[in-house]
DNA sequence: CTGAAAGCGCTTACAG
DNA sequence: CTGAAAGCGCTTACAG
């Protein structure tokens, strides 16, 4: 054994002797115990004395004593599935950490059913998690597990088939809407929807925002829609389907940032500037794609950060409540920004 | 207070009382505590009234006991400050989960000098995690405060300036050779790097595996090295300058896949065709680049998963040694794997 | 204003 | 083969 454990951590025993006062005392001081009063000589003293020392208390005693551990868990299916998700464990953990709880992460497989495998949950429960947050981002709706009502939680990415547990979703079809109302506003009318194929709730929320925008600005006739897969490949086919046709679009809204990338080569292929003759735009804002593409693509971008920092923030506050039961609410939809870039431009005159 | 609080989790004496043997039997039953014989029957007994009560154990209260949290804590510098970083993250809470020990992950604000923050390391120390990682991707070299001496610990993407903490990098050098072997057995000559003005370690590495192939094939003297930002944009810059140079080179290794892009449009506006007229490389693998770019880019991987993976085996490794001092050593350099894909093909003949 | 004591939920010598 | 008891490092009524 090496000086790792000749180190024998000082406790509040020590800083007590060394004060020469009680541990009771020495708790009151570090602690602020309200309606608590001590001589400000001897808060003083203890100060100095734990100061000395180096004392930190033990989180894990405190926590015993206490029942509440100051950690919380965030359990995300297949952590950062797609890459730019990472900025949900980022928004968590800064807010975790101005809340001065630490944030414990594990991950769990991707669900091909839509339940929350109690196992993870388990997990978290063992070391006394005050809180759990759950992400996940191919589900509508989820089911969690009975021993999950046993701890405040929120949801990320799907709301709780019970609606008992708070939740949040990026706002994809307001998002949609408003980048295709900005096509609109730059004179378009032959807007069209490069599609995903893929039977998730992004793709629904996304085509009905275009519709929406569409039939707003009483374009639904003009609508269009060619689904394909959602990766450049699949762009690149949807994207020339749509412009080798008779009246091609002016400006295509694509169903995510890699859809775009393979309608941006459809375009070059044809020799179709972007966006002086079609004007092009994406969903996610998924780096480092749409700042590497040229021009830079103009997207929408998912609040995956801004998620994280949500959920944390909404477990905070459940936990203030003092585990009070939290009546059922509609998601919380978190806004999906439009990035404006360089690939929208007025059409070109005909 | 609503149904949360009335459960009242059931303890080991609660499974004691119900089996009707004492929270010592249980203990070492649960546990299976080596050298301690127990009835059979009674064990059955034991874990049936365990089973039933769902019984389960209050880590906390056993790390208190034990000294052992089961726990490892990950200090990340602006968590997955590069997007694909977390699969660090993946990597090491994969490990852990299969350890049986849980991760905590706490953020780092980027440091511009190569001191290790202890307030990250205290909020740990704290917890009483078993050990720790810390990942950089910015320094060559790292110091740590004294109280992480503390600990077992392993650095990820920085050497320890002590040597004493093991550490794993990439092995940015030899991928970089590799992929420009790779080059030249396709019969290219004039490879030309697309390199980074970024004054890190990476961009040292990158161009001496390029100079050290490049010398291994004798061909040192065809070595042309023109740096840019390390985006799009400065790849394109520095691809332009190659391409309409005298004697333009016939392969561009590019320091990222961001530059790639650049020298992809570079290449297109020049009416070259990849990889018939020119072969280009990048490195990275970032996602979803690579795959989304037209033709897929062949690229050299970063092992963040591995790395994340090394790091919590290795620190495992420490933990069963039971804070046996760690001698020095060198720092682990995890292979970078080049990935083929579609961007490389023999020179033109000319 | 301060302290003795109980107890959070476990594990672990030690005794029988 | 099994159990009583001490103790991990704290907090918190309660008493003085």
Redesign the pocket.
């Known amino acids: 054994m090496g000086s790792r454990v000749a180190r024998s951590?000082t406790?509040?025993?020590d800083v007590a002797k060394r004060a020469g006062?009680?541990?009771?005392?020495v708790?009151?001081v570090?602690?602020e115990?309200p309606h608590?009063?001590?001589?400000d000589e001897?808060v003083d003293r203890v100060r100095a004395a734990a100061k000395e020392l180096g004392y930190r208390?033990?989180r894990l005693?405190?926590g015993?004593?206490?029942h509440a551990s100051g950690m919380i868990g965030l359990v995300a299916e297949e952590i950062a599935a797609t890459p730019h998700a990472g900025r949900i464990l980022l928004g968590a953990q800064k807010r975790a950490d101005a809340d001065g709880l630490a944030l414990a992460i594990i991950n769990s497989d991707l669900q091909v059913e839509p339940f929350i495998p109690p196992r993870s949950v388990h997990a978290f429960l063992d070391r006394q998690v005050d809180g759990i947050v759950y992400a996940t981002v191919y589900h509508d709706e989820v089911v969690a597990p009975p021993i999950m009502r046993g701890v405040p939680a929120v949801l990320i990415g799907a709301r709780d088939r019970d609606g008992s547990i708070p939740s949040v979703l990026p706002d994809e079809r307001t998002g949609a809407a408003d980048v295709v109302r900005m096509l609109i506003e730059h004179g378009h009318r032959r807007i069209a929807f490069v599609g995903s194929s893929d039977d998730i709730p992004a793709t629904r929320g996304r085509v009905s925002g275009y519709r929406d925008a569409m039939a707003a600005a009483e374009m639904a006739d003009e609508a269009r829609v060619v689904d394909d897969t959602s990766d450049a490949a699949g762009g690149y086919r949807a994207a020339v389907e749509l412009l080798d046709s008779q009246d091609s679009p002016t400006a295509l809204f694509c169903y995510d940032d890699r859809m775009a990338m393979g309608a941006y080569r459809a375009a070059a292929e044809r020799g179709l500037r972007i966006p002086d003759d079609v004007s092009i735009v994406g969903f996610d804002d998924q780096a480092p794609l749409p700042t590497s593409m040229y021009p830079a693509l103009t997207t929408v971008a998912l609040p995956h950060y801004e998620m994280g920092e949500w959920a944390v923030e909404t477990l905070t506050a459940l936990l203030g409540a003092g585990g009070a039961e939290v009546e059922p609410s509609s998601p919380m939809l978190m806004p999906c920004p439009v990035i404006v870039r360089d690939s929208v431009g007025p059409p070109r005159d005909e």
Do not use: C, E, M, Y
């Open positions: 951590k406790g509040i025993r006062v009680s541990v009771t005392t708790s009151h570090l602690n115990t608590t009063r001590v001589k001897t208390p033990n005693a405190q015993l004593r206490t």
